[in-house]
């Protein structure tokens, strides 16, 4: 088992822009603290490792992350989203990736 210890309230594998995200399940986002579409209410954390900067989004404020962007030290990147299925399963799925540096 994979975990990042230096993440305050998250429990997560060092995640670079090329894991797969998958079958990662819900990510909580307990605090916070920016607000990346303006609107007054916290919503975005910003996390970083050794090899990758996070940006975890939660954009219906229920408190668990639905969108996440990773930026490697490298510059490759991966956007990634989480689905509800109305079977009642969840998923991240990759809607970008690439390489900022061209
Ligand atoms: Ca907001
Ligand atoms: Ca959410």
Redesign the pocket.
Known sequence: MVTSGDLPGMDLPNLDAHSELGGLGAVE?QHPTQDIDGDGTLDTITTSTDRAMHVW??????????HVTMIDTGGDYAAWE?HHHADGTTEWVRTDSGSLGG
């Open positions: 986002l989004t939660d954009l219906d404020h229920d408190g668990w992350a639905d989480f």
